[in-house]
């Protein structure tokens, strides 16, 4: 926002202006010097995106904290500007500075208006989180080393300073990992730093006794909470926006595969059961999801019986099913997240019903295409509408991945003459 009022008025002329202008550049440079001082503890200023529980302070906190800090030695803040070294010892100067004045004046940062249920815990974070920053600092460079596949001399510099944070706090190692963690957009990456903090990290008999669970912890009721989200969806009857019943099944699946990789889980254990009952719920839902999915393809492209010869009937297409609205958005919905369950179903052990269920649509769905195209000459069928349905039944396949049936028949449907059933108009048909 300053960049942009910035921009705006530097063609502006007259003294107000000129004062403005360094108005803006004075507040830009104090922001860029105090989002370096206050780097490893910056983010925890917010509460995360994705919900995950996690130590944060009040936003309001981080503007009086600066301004306290940094008022103690104003000659050292143009160091902050240097990227030769120097701005690091003044950085972390600035982080013990603002650690005294929490801890001696409190209410000049935290006042006890504000947040008065979180203050008194959340002022002995922020003095502890500061206390950490140096090494904090120097940790953070080396996070997504730690994430991939850190060396011998990697891993013990993690762990050197892991043991350092224990001997500046009785809790200084968890400390340290939950500033760490304020750094990780995704949650479960947490678990690679920890299973890596200590040898024995990797087996639950180490994390479960230790404060290091709690991580653990907080994603396992990360997984059940969406998991009740995914079940109210699916008893809401599935008409809702699906973007979010996307990431939430994402989201786990990339939890429980990762819990599975890091850490060995015992069957019996607390943790070993929670997985186990979130697997089976999720699955239990992928079930209803794709029964569900099945049932709303034959509400927005019903089949009806005609009578052939004598008393034999068969089912061949109603083409008096409107190619648009309810029922047709339901089904465009549910085919869309079938599609996107493809890698979810496997570490929810759904992949055989997928399957099936897959195999089964691609065939009723050409066959569908199919007994259109083979009346749609006849000058009783309404060609522009059997057209519409084609292109809702070929978009249908490619939501579900099988885009070369779907290009089966919509290359049939052009032979035909059916300029309608392109990418666009069937899109916009569904």
Request: hydrophobic residues 45%; negative net charge.
């Given at each position: 926002m300053l960049k942009s009022v910035s921009t705006t008025v530097s063609g502006l002329p007259g003294e107000k202006a000129n004062d403005l202008r360094r108005m803006l550049a004075e507040e830009m440079t104090d922001r860029r010097r105090r989002a370096v001082a206050f780097a490893p503890i910056l983010p925890m200023f917010a509460e995360r995106a994705d919900g995950i529980p996690a130590t944060t302070f009040p936003p309001d906190v981080l503007a009086r904290l600066w301004k306290a800090a940094s008022g103690r030695e104003p000659q050292l803040l143009p160091r902050l500007d240097e990227d030769e070294g120097g701005e690091i010892i003044v950085a972390n100067r600035i982080c013990q500075a603002a650690a005294s004045i929490v801890r001696d004046r409190p209410d000049l940062v935290w006042p006890e208006a504000s947040r008065p249920d979180i203050r008194d815990k959340g002022l002995e974070d922020l003095v502890i989180s500061l206390d950490l920053a140096h090494l904090a600092r120097r940790?953070?460079?080396?996070?997504?080393?730690?994430?991939?596949?850190?060396?011998?001399?990697?891993?013990?510099?993690?762990?050197?300073?892991?043991?350092?944070?224990?001997?500046i706090h009785a809790d200084g190692a968890w400390r340290l990992v939950e500033i760490l963690f304020a750094h990780l957009a995704d949650a479960v990456l947490v678990l690679r730093i920890l299973t890596r903090t200590s040898g024995a990290a990797d087996r639950i008999g180490f994390l479960s006794v230790s404060e290091m669970g709690e991580f653990v912890e907080r994603l396992l009721n990360g997984v059940s909470q969406r998991v009740e989200r995914l079940t109210a969806w699916a008893t809401a009857g599935g008409k809702d926006d699906i973007a979010p019943v996307m990431a939430d099944l994402d989201w786990c699946a990339n939890v429980l595969a990762e819990l599975d990789v890091t850490l060995t889980l015992e069957p019996d254990s607390p943790w070993g059961m929670s997985v186990r009952e979130s697997r089976l719920a999720v699955a239990a839902w992928m079930t209803t999801?794709?029964?569900?999915?099945?049932?709303?393809?034959?509400?927005?492209?019903?089949?009806?019986?005609?009578?052939?010869?004598?008393?034999?009937?068969?089912?061949?297409?109603?083409?008096?099913?409107?190619?648009?609205?309810?029922?047709?958005?339901?089904?465009?919905a549910l085919m869309k997240l079938v599609g996107v369950t493809r890698g979810a179903a496997s570490t929810f052990g759904a992949e055989a019903g997928r399957k099936a269920l897959m195999d089964e649509l691609v065939e009723r769905l050409t066959s569908y295409a199919?007994?259109?195209?083979?009346?749609?000459?006849?000058?009783?069928?309404?060609?522009?509408?059997?057209?519409?349905?084609?292109?809702?039944?070929?978009?249908?396949?490619?939501?579900?991945?099988?885009?070369?049936?779907?290009k089966t028949v919509r290359r049939r449907a052009a032979v035909a003459g059916g300029s309608a059933v392109t990418a666009g108009a069937s899109s916009a048909a569904a």
């Amino acid at each position: 926002m300053l960049k942009s009022v910035s921009t705006t008025v530097s063609g502006l002329p007259g003294e107000k202006a000129n004062d403005l202008r360094r108005m803006l550049a004075e507040e830009m440079t104090d922001r860029r010097r105090r989002a370096v001082a206050f780097a490893p503890i910056l983010p925890m200023f917010a509460e995360r995106a994705d919900g995950i529980p996690a130590t944060t302070f009040p936003p309001d906190v981080l503007a009086r904290l600066w301004k306290a800090a940094s008022g103690r030695e104003p000659q050292l803040l143009p160091r902050l500007d240097e990227d030769e070294g120097g701005e690091i010892i003044v950085a972390n100067r600035i982080c013990q500075a603002a650690a005294s004045i929490v801890r001696d004046r409190p209410d000049l940062v935290w006042p006890e208006a504000s947040r008065p249920d979180i203050r008194d815990k959340g002022l002995e974070d922020l003095v502890i989180s500061l206390d950490l920053a140096h090494l904090a600092r120097r940790a953070l460079p080396l996070i997504d080393v730690w994430l991939k596949r850190p060396d011998g001399d990697q891993l013990a510099e993690l762990r050197l300073m892991v043991k350092d944070g224990s001997g500046i706090h009785a809790d200084g190692a968890w400390r340290l990992v939950e500033i760490l963690f304020a750094h990780l957009a995704d949650a479960v990456l947490v678990l690679r730093i920890l299973t890596r903090t200590s040898g024995a990290a990797d087996r639950i008999g180490f994390l479960s006794v230790s404060e290091m669970g709690e991580f653990v912890e907080r994603l396992l009721n990360g997984v059940s909470q969406r998991v009740e989200r995914l079940t109210a969806w699916a008893t809401a009857g599935g008409k809702d926006d699906i973007a979010p019943v996307m990431a939430d099944l994402d989201w786990c699946a990339n939890v429980l595969a990762e819990l599975d990789v890091t850490l060995t889980l015992e069957p019996d254990s607390p943790w070993g059961m929670s997985v186990r009952e979130s697997r089976l719920a999720v699955a239990a839902w992928m079930t209803t999801l794709y029964r569900k999915a099945d049932k709303a393809v034959d509400a927005a492209l019903p089949m009806t019986r005609v009578q052939t010869s004598g008393r034999m009937t068969r089912q061949v297409p109603d083409l008096s099913a409107p190619a648009r609205g309810e029922a047709a958005e339901t089904a465009f919905a549910l085919m869309k997240l079938v599609g996107v369950t493809r890698g979810a179903a496997s570490t929810f052990g759904a992949e055989a019903g997928r399957k099936a269920l897959m195999d089964e649509l691609v065939e009723r769905l050409t066959s569908y295409a199919d007994q259109i195209l083979g009346v749609i000459n006849d000058e009783a069928t309404d060609r522009n509408h059997a057209l519409a349905l084609i292109a809702v039944a070929a978009r249908y396949l490619e939501l579900i991945e099988a885009k070369e049936a779907a290009k089966t028949v919509r290359r049939r449907a052009a032979v035909a003459g059916g300029s309608a059933v392109t990418a666009g108009a069937s899109s916009a048909a569904a």
